[in-house]
């Protein structure tokens, strides 16, 4: 043995294999375990050998580190120890660069060891083996290791850890899976560098690419930049297997927006190599009744993304919020994401509050380009969707049209996606699947209705079942809103305000069939529908109202609905008014005991505001 002041201990790099251990030397290693007849030491990730019982200096515990010389190497590889206890000594890392396979290579490398660099995306305790899900430049994979049953392997890595790893490519259940044989959490200049470059690339492949928009639009131009920074944070999320739980209004618009990026997520985690189930496990979409995102939407989800935390050792979700988020309303929900440091990002069309876009990764909102609410939140999800993966164009191109006819808007981007798929949908089916939607999502209550709602919107390509579905629920729909409205119409009130617009009103509540459809926001909107049409040319205002709650529909009366809240907020004490929505469409609550007060600051200041001089001919809407 050389002389104590000049030994050199080696530490072996996890890219080492045996090939780089040489007799004699004496090397660094961490006790691994113990047996009758000696002391296994770990060398690195990749190496173990033996200390004999006989060759063992002190006592020692597992996990502590011990300096060994190597006296042989086995033909079979087993490698026997010596430990040695220097007091002087120069300590040298052994490095060498194994060749590093991509995650994206693996079909190809079914049946063979591999040798990888990546991150740790999720780490999940089975009954069975510890499952890492694992993240590279090129892709995501599973790495299964066992130590045994429902014990944890390698409890020294952690989520988000930097890992090199080794081990034979199996496919399991027709998924290719990692059968690892050693893993180490890297550290220091090793865990930066292979950071840094699955950073770089995976910024890079989240890129969307350069696509045209369906249709030809000056503020959808505008809004180019945040569509695309939104689709960038979502395949990144796809791609770094972030969870995705999208929330949307519970109404046609709501949904196509939601439903064409679900189509877009989905296939780009098929993309990725995962199969159904896994797609579903990582993307969840939520209907929200209000049109915000309220607390009891983000007690939910935060209640399950830390339960799933937990559980599976996943990240924290990104959440997306479509057709709901702009507004003053969703902060309370939106402190609480921060609180949990969850990532949000929105795309909706309601008049947005500044405030919110302190609480966001990302915001898309026609209101931040001069544009309004016509330009509708199916419009836009429909755009970011095939930002997202450009494949599902031919799948969603009608979801606009659905969107626009069922959110009554009138910008000229509405006959422009009308145009777009004549050929194949007629405005009056666009009206029919926007009214399904409306039906059937009132009693689905909370739950997504997924494939429901793919049948409806005719994802599929199943045309003659969304037919036959459609007709169906437009029927059960008309007869129910006739139903309703035979029921309130006759209790409807008029009378003229100060700038000369008509006020109608009537309580939904006690003039209306209830928990049912349809429900008092679209009874309202139906009502007003039908006084628009009594009163061709002249500005119109509805206003359906119960115990705590008011909703507003309005034609020709250029009303802020938003900025009203607010003042009544601030000028009826006691109140406990919100609310908001469109400029022109929207709702407020308050306390019931001060319902008359409220309705009555809320018409004094219809009364007050603007009409237009002239109006078009009333729409079949």
């Known amino acids: 043995m050389a002389n104590q002041?000049?030994?050199?201990?080696?530490?072996?790099?996890?890219?080492?294999?045996?090939?780089?251990?040489?007799?004699?030397?004496?090397?660094?290693?961490?006790?691994?375990?113990?047996?009758n007849f000696g002391t296994f030491v770990q060398l690195n990730a990749r190496l173990k050998g033996l200390v004999h019982k006989s060759n063992i200096i002190g006592t020692h515990e597992e996990k502590e580190q011990i300096f060994v010389q190597v006296i042989n190497i086995r033909n079979n590889g087993n490698i026997d120890l010596a430990e040695v206890a220097p007091t002087v000594f120069r300590l040298e890392t052994v490095t060498r660069r194994a060749k590093v396979t991509g995650l994206g290579e693996l079909a190809s490398r079914v049946g063979r060891d591999v040798t990888l660099e990546a991150t740790v995306a999720q780490i999940k305790q089975t009954s069975g083996p510890t499952i890492f899900t694992l993240v590279d430049a090129t892709g995501s994979g599973n790495a299964a290791a066992f130590v045994e049953a429902g014990v944890r392997a390698y409890p020294e890595v952690e989520l988000g850890d930097s890992v090199f790893v080794v081990g034979e490519v199996m496919r399991r259940q027709n998924q290719l899976q990692i059968e690892v044989s050693a893993m180490e959490a890297l550290t220091g200049e090793d865990a930066q560098r292979v950071h840094d470059r699955i950073e770089a690339a995976l910024d890079a492949r989240a890129e969307p690419e350069e696509i045209p928009l369906l249709i030809e639009s000056e503020a959808m131009e505008q809004l180019r930049p945040e569509m695309r920074k939104v689709a960038k944070r979502i395949r990144r999320a796809v791609f770094e297997a972030q969870p995705i739980i999208l929330r949307h209004h519970a109404d046609a618009d709501g949904i196509s927006a939601a439903v064409a990026v679900e189509q877009a997520v989905v296939s780009l985690i098929k993309e990725e190599g995962n199969d159904l189930d896994t797609a579903y496990y990582l993307f969840k979409r939520s209907p929200s009744k209000a049109p915000f995102y309220e607390i009891e939407d983000i007690t939910r989800d935060l209640d399950f993304a830390l339960k799933d935390n937990v559980r599976f050792g996943q990240k924290m979700p990104l959440i997306v919020l479509m057709d709901n988020g702009s507004t003053e309303e969703d902060i309370p929900a939106m402190k609480v994401a921060r609180v949990y440091d969850i990532p949000m990002i929105v795309v909706d069309h309601h008049h947005p509050d500044a405030i919110v876009d302190d609480y966001l990764v990302a915001h898309v909102n026609p209101y931040h380009v001069g544009a309004d609410f016509g330009i509708t939140a199916g419009m836009l999800g429909t755009e970011?969707?095939?930002?997202?993966?450009?494949?599902?164009?031919?799948?969603?191109?009608?979801?606009?049209?659905?969107?626009?006819?069922?959110?009554?808007?009138?910008?000229?981007e509405r006959q422009r996606y009308l145009d777009l798929i004549a050929e194949e949908y007629s405005e009056d089916v666009c009206k029919d699947i926007a009214l399904a939607l409306d039906y059937e999502q009132f009693w689905l209550r909370f739950n997504d209705g997924r494939e429901i709602v793919k049948d409806i919107l005719n994802v599929d390509g199943e045309r003659d079942l969304q037919d036959k579905f459609v007709n169906l629920l437009v029927d059960e729909a008309n007869a129910a809103i006739e139903g309703q409205m035979e029921a309130s119409m006759p209790h409807v009130t008029e009378e003229i305000l100060p700038n000369g617009a008509h006020l109608f009103r009537i309580d939904v509540e006690i003039f209306a069939h209830r928990f049912t459809f349809p429900p008092p926001g679209k009874t309202s909107g139906e009502i007003h529908d039908r006084l628009c049409k009594q009163h061709p040319g002249e500005p119109v205002v509805t206003l359906g109202f119960g115990p705590d709650f008011a909703v507003l529909r309005s034609r020709g009366v250029m009303m802020n609905i938003p900025q009203m809240v607010r003042e009544l907020h601030e000028e009826i004490r006691g109140g406990g008014i919100s609310g908001g929505g469109h400029l022109v469409v929207g709702s407020i609550k308050f306390v019931e005991g001060m319902r008359e007060a409220a309705l009555a600051g809320l018409v004094e200041k219809i009364g007050r505001v603007p009409v237009e001089s002239s109006l078009p001919a009333q729409s079949e809407d």
């Open 5 to 35: 002041e000049d030994m050199i201990v080696y530490s072996l790099g996890p890219g080492c294999g045996l090939e780089e251990v040489e007799e004699g030397k004496v090397y660094a290693g961490i006790v691994q375990g113990f047996a």
């Open 384 to 412: 970011v969707a095939r930002l997202i993966f450009p494949g599902v164009s031919d799948r969603i191109k009608h979801f606009p049209a659905v969107a626009a006819v069922g959110d009554r808007s009138e910008a000229p």
